[in-house]
């Protein structure tokens, strides 16, 4: 009885909240992969749902340095790219893409915080399920993904690339 209550408020969250955060068409799969992360909190938080890291950040993490197989900037620049298909734009791109109201924000946040609020001692919950650890260690492959495009970037200018290979402007 107390879970299907539970459930109901989630869905009626997540039903308020979808319109606010829905900026355009080309906005609505990034709001519906929002609030299906919003969803899956509780899932991650029990570590039911395991967090995922690309494939590409993890073989970075052992060696975010390395120079092998840039020998040109094309090669340079193929490297950028694929980072930033996981990552996301670099900040020196000019921004983020889309530009999200206040109204959407806050939407997102609250429902973020409520789905969150679900369950008691998420905290501890977190730590004894391991959801935590999972969590820092997908933090730390986006760092290593980040500093790896920094270096690339550093790289190629040093070589006389331009961008995507060195960093623009």
């Not at 820092?136 to 006389?160: D, H, I, Q, S, T």
């Amino acid at each position: 009885m107390i879970r299907a209550a539970l459930l109901a408020r989630c869905a009626v969250l997540l039903v308020l909240a979808a319109p606010a955060s829905a900026q355009s068409d080309l906005d609505r799969p990034s709001t519906a992969r929002r609030a299906g992360d919003i969803a899956a909190t509780p899932l991650r938080d029990t570590n039911i749902v395991k967090t995922k890291i690309p494939p590409e950040l993890a073989a970075i993490e052992a060696a975010p340095y390395s120079a092998r197989g840039l020998e040109t900037c094309p090669s340079i620049a193929f490297e950028v790219a694929r980072l930033n298909k996981v990552l996301g734009r670099d900040v020196d791109s000019g921004g983020s893409g889309t530009k999200r109201s206040m109204g959407s924000q806050l939407a997102e946040q609250g429902t973020r915080d409520a789905i969150g609020s679900l369950i008691p001692g998420r905290g501890l919950v977190r730590l004894v399920t391991g959801a935590d650890a999972a969590q820092r260690r997908a933090a730390a492959a986006v760092n290593a993904g980040n500093v790896r495009r920094g270096f690339l970037k550093g790289y190629g200018l040093a070589k006389g690339c331009r961008a995507p290979a060195a960093p623009a402007g």
